[in-house]
């Protein structure tokens, strides 16, 4: 079956722009998981979303966005880029929160901003 | 909260000699640990979990872990290193409670020496 789709796998902005990013669970899977990935302070937890409702937020500025439609696909928004938002974004779905069940990831999108 | 430390940002082994990355977690409750492995411009792959029902976990490529709650800790062995193997690898550790986030490690990198 297939994977996690994260589109674009590339991104080139300029500052005080805005971002969207978007991800395809794999079927069936419920709950998507986005995270922030820099050399410096690795995997960082975004947010979580489970049946359109957001269930976790990490400690990112309000610039900082998601949503999930109603076939589980998700989407985060990037308001205001700041040249420190370069990074890889990840996208990570589950079956379920919690549990035990492990995330299954995307190739992640790679943002630069210039 | 659940936090993980990965000791050592860089190990190296030569190829055929045994592996071992070192992880130890903190949590409140009896935790969910994961092993995760991160190849070049990909996302990450789950290698193993830790889901209460034995301590030894084997997972994939020949890796697996022991949980040790008396040292709080999920270290990750390979008995023979292959070059394959050179990549990153996060410990991961999840509370398993409903609406609980997966929170990762710094990552260790994995260097395989000919």
């Known amino acids: 079956k297939a994977g996690v789709t994260q589109t674009p796998r590339y991104l080139i902005k300029t500052r005080g722009q805005q971002v969207t990013l978007s991800c395809s669970p794999i079927?069936?899977?419920?709950?998507v998981s986005w995270y922030q990935q820099t050399p410096g302070q690795g995997l960082q937890f975004l947010f979580e979303?489970?049946?359109?409702?957001?269930?976790n937020k990490g400690n990112f500025p309000g610039r900082f966005s998601g949503r999930q439609f109603s076939n589980s696909r998700s989407e985060m928004n990037v308001s205001t880029l700041e040249l420190g938002d370069s990074a890889l974004y990840l996208c990570?779905?589950?079956?379920?929160?919690?549990?035990?069940?492990?995330?299954?990831f995307g190739s992640g999108t790679r943002l630069t901003v210039v | 909260a659940q936090s993980v430390t990965q000791l050592g940002s860089h190990v190296s082994v030569s190829e055929g000699a045994l592996v071992l990355l070192r992880c130890n977690y903190s949590?409140?409750?009896?935790?969910?640990l994961f092993w995760y492995v991160q190849y070049p411009n990909q996302g990450l792959q789950l290698l193993l979990k830790?889901?209460?029902?034995?301590?030894l976990v084997k997972g994939i490529n020949g890796f697996e872990a022991e949980f040790k709650k008396s040292e709080t800790s999920f270290h990750l062995t390979k008995p023979s290193a292959h070059m394959s193997d050179a990549a990153e690898y996060f410990c991961?550790?999840?509370?398993?409670?409903?609406?609980?986030?997966?929170?990762f490690g710094k990552g260790t990198r994995l260097h395989i020496l000919p």
């Open positions: 079927s069936g899977h419920r709950s």
């Open positions: 990570a779905s589950s079956l379920a929160t919690g549990l035990g069940y492990g995330y299954t």
């Open positions: 949590s409140s409750v009896p935790p969910y």
């Open positions: 830790y889901t209460s029902a034995a301590t």
């Open positions: 979303y489970f049946s359109e409702t957001q269930r």
């Open positions: 991961a550790v999840s509370a398993g409670q409903a609406d609980d986030k997966i929170i």
